[in-house]
C-alpha cells in the first residue's frame, strides 16, 4: 500500500513558475510509474502527465506539453512537477498518483489528497 503526499501548490500570476512535490511512502517507491493529474472547478479531474517507473519515459497531456516537466528522485521518493509559464486555466487541485510498473491496465490506484494551484491574470 502506497501513500502519497502533494505539496508546493499556491497562488501564482499567469507566466510564474511552480514545482509541486509528491513524497510516496509504505512501498517500493521504484518500482511505481508516477502520474500527475488535476481537476478544475466543476470539472472532471484530467491527465497532465506520466513517467515511468525509471524515469526514462515520459508522456503529457498536449495543453501542458512543452511548459510541464516530470522527474523523480527514487532515492527520497519523490516525484516532481516542473510547472512554467502558468496560464489561469492550469488553476485546479493537483493530484499524484502512483501505478505498478507491471500493471496491466492504466488504473492508478493509489492517490494522494491534491494540493492548490491557482493561477491569477
Known amino acids: 500500500q502506497v501513500q502519497l503526499v502533494e505539496s508546493g501548490g499556491e497562488l501564482v500570476q499567469a507566466g510564474d513558475s511552480l514545482r509541486l512535490s509528491c513524497v510516496a511512502s509504505g512501498g517500493a517507491f521504484s518500482a511505481y510509474n508516477m502520474g500527475w493529474f488535476r481537476q478544475a472547478p466543476g470539472k472532471e479531474r484530467e491527465f497532465v502527465g506520466t513517467l515511468s517507473w525509471r524515469g526514462r519515459a515520459a508522456v503529457y497531456a498536449d495543453s501542458v506539453k512543452g511548459r510541464f516537466t516530470i522527474s523523480r528522485d527514487n532515492a527520497e521518493n519523490t516525484v516532481y512537477l516542473q510547472m512554467n509559464r502558468l496560464k489561469p486555466e492550469d488553476t485546479g487541485i493537483y493530484y499524484c498518483?502512483?501505478?505498478?510498473?507491471?500493471?496491466?491496465?492504466?488504473?492508478?490506484?493509489?492517490w494522494g489528497q491534491g494540493t492548490q494551484v491557482t493561477v491569477s491574470s
Open positions: 498518483a502512483a501505478r505498478p510498473w507491471d500493471s496491466s491496465n492504466n488504473d492508478y490506484p493509489y
